[in-house]
């Protein structure tokens, strides 16, 4: 068969092809995205943006039942939404096969943490496999059916920033479509009541025996025997990577591709082959741990850190080896923070409520990035939803002051994942809270996805729009306003009377994101030089389109998109529309 360079997220795309995977739902979050996106492409496969990473887990679960292969993606945090059903699916078991992607985010590259998903597969009983390429990224995938039909159980494939988004070559084979299994009706084994749980958790706890055997013999299992036995090296993933370029065939190494359940005696055999046996796994002491209670003498965290991601010179360094010196710039590069884009909607919105003084909630999306400077504007972020949610609490905590002097930000797309609950507390327990809900008609944080509020689903198809107006009035909400982001006025006049409200209220900020291809953006601004008094208002909204040259503000004609907040910051008239040259 042919072979084809592919990012390590399509290799498990085209995996679930060629395994014949039918139905595909998932929850956008990088570094998983592309998965799904992938998959979306291929015809053969149905697959679809959920609302919520619980929500995809249990329709995947559904297809299942139905005797389908199925699928479900999402990364690490996402995994904590979908962790009820995964660990009743791991007691009901499957009747087709179902994998579940979780990619972790070591470094945290785009992520509020840096969890462990390896503890979940132990806890939820569930087998995980671990890829350390975009080959192995396929081939786990297509295996990962396998191992869910022969034991009957989900399986967890879990990758990672590196391994998604690298490229390595793969050998691409043809799809094989396996005959829809019949469901049958089994009350006992589906149906969790606690009498027939009692029963089936017998059953799990046989199943990880019989998967520990299979992990013992499995190639996934690889003993890689080195020159000498001086050194022995457990390891996964991109830190397998890493020992194999330190020290080619020099040290012996135990590449585990099955993270749980592991290979004991696999595991105490490689043991008694060397004279010092190291575990070199990012994050959490998982492997490390697990020897340890196997009564061996073992090396890890003493010499690696919990944090960050791993690399070749950090594994060189720790091992007592000489890392190549690196070469200094000649220049220093000054810092890049990240920024909201010129033109985003979030950006005057955020303005007037900094201006205003106000303690906001922040939540998941790219308009975390109001909390930068100069806007700091954002006092929390935790997880998708808890900006409601925490709300409603500050403000019971609050109920007697004066002044109702705090709000909640959240996105279109983070308000179907997880804010609709929380709206609803705020309405059925009466609290006196304003939620803003920044509309950008798009999942902005993870590369431009649809989810229910844009009207399209993830094949760019026509699909329901949920009208987010009605929504909050239909759970209870009886002040909904909308305003436009971009005419600070009228944002400020709204924020103020909502916030003295006596009541719960909405306000819906509503602008597309300014990076969509059908936004039409309005010719750049200039600067009147002459006019310009060097007073730096129009730089407190941070716009990476402004700065200043020769002590004048300055326009960078190919980023400004003509919004025209800036104008309005203005008290001397220097910052002109082109209508107005």
């Given amino acids: 068969m042919a072979k084809k360079l592919l990012l390590g997220n399509d290799a498990v795309a085209r995996g679930l092809w060629e395994a014949g995977c039918s139905v595909v739902s998932s929850y956008p979050g990088t570094p998983s995205t592309e998965v799904t996106e992938s998959a979306a492409k291929y015809p053969e496969i149905y697959a679809e943006w959920a609302p919520n990473e619980k929500v995809a887990m249990e329709t995947a679960f559904g297809a299942a039942l139905a005797g389908r292969r199925s699928f479900c993606g999402m990364k690490h945090v996402g995994l904590n939404v979908a962790a009820d059903p995964l660990f009743t699916i791991s007691y009901t078991g499957v009747n087709a096969g179902m994998v579940i992607v979780v990619a972790d985010d070591a470094g945290m590259h785009s992520s509020q943490n840096e969890q462990d998903s390896r503890h979940y597969a132990e806890s939820a009983k569930v087998p995980m496999l671990e890829p350390s390429d975009s080959a192995e990224a396929l081939a786990f995938a297509k295996l990962a059916y396998e191992l869910s039909e022969q034991?009957?159980?989900?399986?967890?494939?879990?990758?990672?920033?590196?391994?998604?988004?690298?490229?390595?070559?793969?050998?691409?084979?043809?799809?094989?479509?396996?005959?829809?299994?019949?469901?049958?009706?089994?009350?006992?084994?589906?149906?969790?009541a606690p009498a027939n749980a009692k029963r089936r958790h017998p059953v799990v706890e046989e199943r990880t025996q019989k998967l520990i055997q299979w992990a013992e013999t499995s190639e996934i299992n690889r003993w890689e025997k080195g020159a000498d036995r001086k050194l022995g090296i457990v390891t996964s993933s991109t830190s397998y990577q890493y020992v194999k370029e330190v020290f080619g065939d020099t040290a012996s190494v135990l590449k585990l591709g099955m993270a749980w359940p592991l290979p004991e005696q696999k595991i105490r055999d490689f043991a008694a082959s060397v004279d010092r046996l190291v575990v070199v796994e990012e994050l959490d002491p998982f492997f490390e741990n697990y020897i340890k209670s196997l009564g061996l003498k073992v090396e890890g965290k003493n010499l690696f850190p919990m944090i960050d991601e791993f690399s070749q010179n950090l594994v060189r360094e720790k091992l007592g080896m000489t890392a190549p010196a690196g070469k200094a710039l000649a220049e220093a590069i000054p810092g890049r923070p990240p920024v909201m884009c010129a033109g985003c909607p979030h950006r005057g919105l955020f303005f007037v409520l900094s201006k205003l003084k106000l303690t906001v909630l922040g939540d998941i999306g790219c308009y975390t990035l109001g909390a930068v400077p100069p806007l700091g504007a954002v006092d929390t972020t935790i997880c998708m939803g808890a900006s409601i949610s925490g709300l409603h609490g500050f403000s019971k905590a609050n109920a007697g002051a004066a002044d109702h002097k705090t709000v909640a930000v959240i996105g279109d797309s983070t308000f179907m994942h997880s804010g609709m609950t929380g709206l609803v507390n705020v309405a059925y327990n009466d609290s006196r809270a304003t939620v803003i809900i920044l509309d950008n008609s798009i999942t902005g944080m993870t590369g431009h996805q649809q989810n229910p509020t844009t009207g399209f689903n993830l094949k760019g198809d026509p699909a329901s729009k949920v009208d987010l107006e009605a929504l909050c009035k239909a759970v209870g909400i009886r002040r909904v306003r909308v305003v436009d982001p971009y005419d600070l006025k009228q944002c400020e006049e709204v924020i103020k009377e909502e916030t003295a409200a006596d009541e719960a209220s909405v306000i819906i900020s509503r602008r597309p994101c300014a990076l969509l291809k059908y936004v039409k953006h309005n010719p750049p601004f200039h600067v009147d030089a002459q006019k310009c008094k060097s007073c730096r208002a129009c730089m407190k909204i941070g716009c990476p389109a402004l700065f200043f040259q020769d002590g004048k503000a300055a326009v960078d004609t190919t980023l400004c998109v003509g919004c025209g907040v800036c104008k309005q910051l203005c008290h001397f008239g220097a910052l002109k529309s082109s209508e107005e040259a």
Avoid: G, N
């Avoid at 590196?162 to 299994?181: F, I, T």
């Fill in 151 to 192: 034991f009957d159980t989900p399986v967890l494939l879990k990758m990672c920033t590196r391994v998604a988004h690298s490229q390595s070559v793969v050998e691409l084979s043809d799809r094989v479509l396996p005959e829809q299994v019949p469901y049958e009706k089994k009350p006992q084994k589906y149906i969790m």
